[in-house]
Every structure is written in C-alpha cells, then in structure tokens.
C-alpha cells in the first residue's frame, strides 16, 4: 500500500513539473515577444504589388530583395533621435538596399534635378506633370551611370545606390547604403530650395504631410491618380520663399552699392568685374537648382552690359581727346 501511495505521489509531482515547465515557457515566449515587438517590412507585399500591376499609375522604385524582410532604416514622418536633430520628421521612406542596386522611375515624367546634393550623394528629381507631384530618390552614386536629364518612362532605369562613402557618407562617417524615396504634390520649381520649404527636403520640423510631402506606400498603391492630378498644400508665398527673397536682396544690394561706386568714380571696370561676380553666383546657384538664380543671372548680365557699354564709351572719349590734339 505504501509502494502503491509513493508511485501515485511520484506520478503527481511529475505531472506537477511538466505544468510548472510549461507555464515558465509560456511567460518566456510572452516576455520575447513583448520585449521585440513586430516591425513592418521596408517593402509590404502591398508595395511589391505595384510593380506586377502595369494598369496602376506608379510602379515601386526598387526591384524584389531579401532585404525587405528587415525593418525600415526610416519611416515617412518618423521622428528622428538618432541623428541628433529630435526636432525634425522624416519626409520620405527609407529602403535598405546594397550599393549598386538599380533605382528605377516610378512613373513616366522627366529629370528635373540629376547632380550632388550634400548628405544625399547623387539626388535625381523626376517630375511627373500627369499626376502633379515629383518623385525624390537620394543616397545615388555619383560613380555610376546616373540619368542626366530628359524625359523618362516608368520603370526606366535612372540610378544606382552609392557606396557608404559616396551617398552623402564619407571614409570618416559612412552612411548605411539605402535608397532614400519621397514623393510631394506639385513640381520642382513650385517650391524654393532653402528653408523647410525646401524641394530637397530629408528632414524637417513641421510634418511632412503640411508642406506637400505624400506617403510613398499611399501613391504606389493607389488605383488611379486623382482628378486634376495631387493637390498642392496652401502656400503663403513669403513664408515659403523667404530664403531665397533673402538671399536675393542681399547679393542685389551689394551689386548695386559696387555699381552706385562705379558709375560715381567712373570705373566701369569695376562693374564688369561685379557683373561677372554675380553671374558666377548665379551659376552656382543655378547647379543647385535655386530659383534666385535666375534673377542673379539676369543681374549679372546687366550689369556686365553696362560695364562693357561704359569701357566702350570711356575709350571712344579717349580717342576723341587724343585727335583734338
């Protein structure tokens, strides 16, 4: 009887730790999984979807990877504390993708901006009148082919991603190779290239959705473009491009205090020299794809005009001294 009392109360306490195991592996997997929460992938079935259907307005950027399977390097409208600007969203999708991977337009448009941008290494701007918006791709190689200018079609290749050390990384800091991908409702040159405004925009301080920035998952994915094209954001016109309004005045003061100077001393050397000094700024601005410098430009040539106009005149009067001789 004791033998038979002893085996039930074996049997009972083993029954008892089994319980006991499974409970504590129950909490362990309830503890992992609440400790690494599920991210989204970079590229949701959703957004692959879009590649295979040829009848959708936008294809997705990027071909298939294995890649897709992590987390995004940066969401759009993902407050940024890495980086040490806490203040700032991102106003584009991040994908992660080896250096060399082919981009691709999303959509048939044309090149409006293909050339180095500061933290983006090569930045290529395709603008697609048909749906009123323009697709942004950054973190380019400047090494490899990149698409000049000219019109595209969907789907067309336009770039490559850049090295570590030449997508806006350096030897010093590289930057994780991935394809920087934004898409905003109006054109390029609706918008300045300074200020929160910016055409160029990676992060910024007010959302992106308030200054024309569209989710990239929403515009690939959607059936159709709307009627009349994505609607460009209420825009206050001295706000927006009050940068370049500034930068503007400053240079057009300085030029016209040199020529104030100029016409007074008669030099008109002086205002050649300030007109070929203000057309190189305007160049330099015009690579940068500032508005202001158009209006540099113009300045520029003026004045190199009246300089030019005022050493012709200077030297016929010269001329006119020595015969009277």
Known sequence: ??????????????????????????LAAAYAGAAEPAVASATPAALHHATSVENRPFAFPLDASPADSGPFFADFEAYNERTGRP?????????????GTPVYSVADGRVSFSGRMGGYGWLVIVDHP?????????????SRWRKRSGAV???????????????GGTPRHPLVTHLHFGV????RANYPSVGEWRWQAGWIRPMP?????????????????????YRKPAM???????????????????????????????????MLAQGVSL??????????????????????????????????RTARQNAAERNGR
């Open 1 to 26: 009887m004791m033998k038979l009392h002893g085996w039930m109360s074996l049997r009972s306490d083993r029954r008892f730790g089994v319980r006991l195991l499974t409970s504590l592996c129950l």
């Open 209 to 229: 959705a308030n200054v024309g920035w569209l989710h990239p998952a929403a515009v690939l994915t959607s059936e159709k473009i709307p009627d009349g094209g």
């Open 236 to 270: 206050d016109c001295l706000s927006v491009w009050r940068g370049e309004l500034l930068l503007v005045c400053v240079f057009l003061s300085g030029a016209a205090v040199a020529a104030g100077y100029a016409l007074r001393k008669r030099k008109p050397a002086l």
């Open 153 to 167: 079609k969907k789907g067309e290749l336009i770039a490559y991603l850049g090295d570590s050390t030449e997508n």
């Open 87 to 99: 203040r700032k969203y991102h106003a584009a999708r991040d994908f992660a993708r080896p250096a």
């Open 130 to 142: 048909q749906a009123n918006l323009y697709s942004l791709y950054g973190h380019l190689s400047p």
């Open 279 to 312: 057309g190189v700024v305007a160049g330099v601005f015009l690579v940068r794809g500032m508005a202001a410098g158009r209006v540099l430009l113009v300045a520029g040539i003026l004045l190199f005009a009246l300089g030019v106009f005022g050493l012709v």
């Open 184 to 187: 905003r409702a109006g054109q």
